[in-house]
């Protein structure tokens, strides 16, 4: 049996006065007084040397530090007030579709930190001791979005523990290390792991694209060995172009790289150059294809609603449904005679036409509702086709299928505020828009830093200089006390 102990060394930081001051100032009256070192003029001193104004530093330093403690109790209030907004179900008031979508467009931040901080809130409701301890400014969000990945009641006290003496960075990496590591829940990890699946490709602000993604394992390795097949297509086309600038015959990484993004390219053209046959997807339309079968007055508003409204395999959708599904669809009129036998079939036609399609996509770029914008949806007619409304461009709107049930079956409108700018109307009568209808500006005489930190100290948070630093710099300092009490908790 081989037993391990590790020596460590625990200090406490300091106010760098107490501890590097005396230090600095008999360095330099040394550095000074050494006759190698003598000068004959007076030497200019740089405006930026930090040793020019040590304690102007200090200060500077100090409030920054207290400063970001008042900001991580602050935040706590946000996730306490973002979990009560999430459990009585706010957003929904709003049309979105998660409270992590509402908290997004709302609040200016990505949509990916939106979620987390969702997820965190909801954690840490479970979690007094860490919800306290972040209340008081000693977690920040990057540490409490750690614990709350594994901590439980039973075990926070000895993960807080580790939390307060540890960096960000370490936390993650024994958090992160404890989870790929453990056996326990292993099918829940598994889900949840799965469920993180995404995939992403956006332009940027220089006009290329980001490809972003977390793909499952088999997907992935999918996807490489297909960039490799194209790369390797593309190396023996075009030869090892990108020598380094040392002369060595040997390919760059920077090449390789970009032969990859052109391989990208490669596996697209020849994806849709052999199409998707019905073996193995079929075109968008096609596969997916829905039939309804709907009388002609049952889609218009002033019907009685109660004809036939139903799908292929006869379960019967509502006159909202059949509306939406109409809205961006290919109609086939049919005509029955008395006893209900077909007397004649029509030619296929779309409701919108692919050109204007084409020039819808261009104006909207994807889902109009406030805050959405998502890239797959459906074409909305504002004024129904089978109320008399022209399928022309002023009269639709690119919706996602989310909110284009909005705003059939739960009863949304949308107005028209000037050329292309819709306005979203819930059943209260709230407008929902994008952008702000006049700017938001403080009193002169207000001061949002100031105001920030009496807020948090009414509620009882008084930070200071070491409440929210980390006191071991390596992972080995850790004292075995505190280390193994955390890795025990873990499992």
């Not at 330093?61 to 400063?67: G, N, P, R, Y």
């Not at 929904?92 to 809130?121: K, N, P």
């Not at 849709?272 to 019905?278: E, H, N």
């Not at 669809?329 to 005679?337: D, E, G, L, Q, Y």
Request: glycine content about 8%.
């Amino acid at each position: 049996m081989v037993q391990f102990t590790r020596e460590v060394s625990v200090t406490r930081h300091a106010p760098r006065a107490d501890l590097y001051a005396p230090e600095l100032f008999r360095a330099l009256r040394l550095y000074e007084t050494a006759p190698e070192y003598a000068v004959a003029e007076p030497v200019a001193v740089d405006a930026l040397d930090p040793f020019t104004d040590v304690d102007a530093l200090e200060e500077l330093e100090e409030e920054i530090v207290i400063l970001a403690a008042h900001i991580h109790a602050a935040e706590h209030r946000l996730l306490v007030l973002v979990a009560d907004f999430d459990r009585r179900r706010g957003w929904e008031l709003g049309g979105h579709r998660t409270c992590a979508h509402w908290l997004a467009f709302r609040t200016g931040i990505d949509l990916g930190a939106a979620r987390q901080r969702v997820r965190a809130a909801r954690a840490l409701a479970d979690l007094p001791e860490t919800s306290a301890a972040m209340s008081r400014g000693e977690l920040s969000f990057s540490m409490v979005r750690a614990l709350t990945r594994v901590a439980t009641p039973e075990n926070e006290t000895d993960l807080l523990d580790l939390a307060r003496g540890c960096t960000a960075a370490q936390l993650e990496r024994i958090v992160r290390g404890f989870r790929l590591g453990s056996r326990q829940d292993e099918a829940e990890r598994e889900r949840a792991r799965h469920e993180s699946r995404e995939f992403s490709v956006f332009p940027d602000e220089e006009g290329m694209y980001v490809v972003r993604g977390r793909l499952t394992p088999e997907i992935g390795a999918l996807v490489m060995r297909a960039v490799e097949a194209a790369s390797d297509a593309l190396f023996r086309e075009r030869g090892p172009a990108g020598t380094p600038e040392n002369g060595s015959a040997e390919p760059s990484e920077r090449a390789a790289a970009q032969r990859r993004a052109d391989a990208i390219g490669v596996v697209a053209e020849r994806a849709m150059a052999a199409g998707f046959s019905d073996s193995l997807s079929g075109t968008r339309a096609e596969r997916y294809q829905v039939v309804l079968h709907v009388d002609s007055d049952s889609l218009s508003a002033d019907g009685p609603g109660l004809g036939r409204s139903e799908l292929e395999d006869g379960t019967r959708v509502s006159y909202e449904t059949s509306r939406r599904l109409s809205c961006d669809a290919s109609v086939v009129p049919i005509r029955h005679s008395a006893d209900g036998s077909v007397l004649d079939v029509g030619r296929r036609t779309r409701t919108i036409p692919p050109s204007l399609r084409r020039a819808l996509e261009a104006r909207d770029r994807g889902c109009r509702f406030p805050g959405c914008g998502l890239r797959f949806t459906d074409a909305h007619h504002v004024k129904h086709w089978a109320d008399g409304g022209e399928t022309k461009l002023e009269n639709l709107v690119l919706l996602c299928s989310h909110h284009h049930r909005l705003v059939h079956e739960e009863g949304w409108n949308i107005e028209w505020w000037g050329a292309g700018r819709p306005a979203f109307v819930d059943r209260r009568g709230q407008k929902h828009f994008d952008g702000r209808q006049r700017e938001h500006s403080l009193p002169s005489h207000r001061d949002p830093v100031e105001d920030l930190i009496a807020e948090t100290r009414s509620r009882g948070a008084e930070p200071d200089y070491l409440t929210a630093g980390a006191r071991w710099t390596r992972e080995e300092d850790i004292p075995d006390r505190v280390y193994f009490k955390a890795r025990e908790a873990l499992g």
